[in-house]
């Protein structure tokens, strides 16, 4: 049994699966209840429940949320793989899981029991220093939220991220609604339009039947501003 799983981790830690077919080469080594599909709108893991399993997303995007009494459901994060979540809360012997998980798209798990992946990676050099890989990306990511939202005005916070999309292409035609593109960035939906007009109208971006368009001297705009900023 630990081989089987020891050989699924080392599929998964190193990212050897099939983004379109994930659980291709892991069905025959565990448990079926170990893989997970979660439709688009599930909940995967509720605030407040025992932590006894980690989840590592596989593929699709996921959103963090947290429910206080006046705030409902805010959205913390949204995540990618590799992510393993619940790893935090064991770690930090947080015996519950501090937000809610809600699949944002399509997503596909791989569930273990968290005693079971600790006692392995313990036991394990290459799971330990692959695991601690993925930790890294996780905190990177955290680490680069927190500077933004610190260090941004939320215009920037839109701009930076049109900046980081254009910076592949050009011109970049954002595929998102306003509202999905508010979430994204967590900016109030409101704000977020007076910011477009800002920028439309300082010459970061244009409008074209309701897309955001970013031409190249928008980008060269982008970048003036944007370039030397290091996260």
């Known amino acids: 049994m ?12 190193e990212e050897k699966y099939d983004k379109n077919s994930p659980f291709a080469l892991l069905r025959h080594l565990v448990p079926q209840n170990w893989l997970i599909n979660a439709e688009k709108g599930s909940t995967i893991i509720y605030q407040k ?10 593929t699709g995007r996921v959103m963090i949320m947290n429910r206080i009494s006046w705030s409902v459901d805010s959205i913390i994060d949204y995540v990618e793989p590799p992510h393993i979540l619940g790893l935090i809360e064991f770690i930090m012997n947080i015996p519950s899981y501090t937000a809610f998980v809600v699949a944002e798209t399509h997503c596909c798990f791989f569930r273990i029991p968290a005693a079971d992946f600790i006692r392995i990676i313990r ?7 692959n695991t601690l890989i ?15 939202k610190q260090l941004f005005h939320p215009k920037d916070l839109l701009g930076h991220y049109l900046y980081l999309q254009a910076k592949h292409k050009t011109p970049y035609v954002c595929p998102l609604t306003r509202k999905a593109l508010a979430e994204l960035l967590d900016i109030n939906l409101r704000s977020l339009y007076r910011h477009i007009d800002y920028m439309e109208q300082n010459g ?28």
């Open 134 to 148: 993925v930790m890294g990306k996780i905190s990177d990511h955290s680490m680069n939220l927190a500077e933004k």
């Open 2 to 13: 630990d081989n089987d799983t020891i050989r699924a981790l080392e599929i998964i830690l």
């Open 123 to 129: 036991q394990n050099n290459e799971l330990c220093y």
């Open 49 to 58: 429940d025992p932590a006894k399993y980690f989840y590592i997303l596989l």
């Open 204 to 231: 970061f971006l244009s409008l074209r039947r309701g897309k955001i368009v970013v031409e190249q001297e928008h980008f060269d705009r982008l970048a003036a501003r944007y370039d030397d900023i290091i996260f």
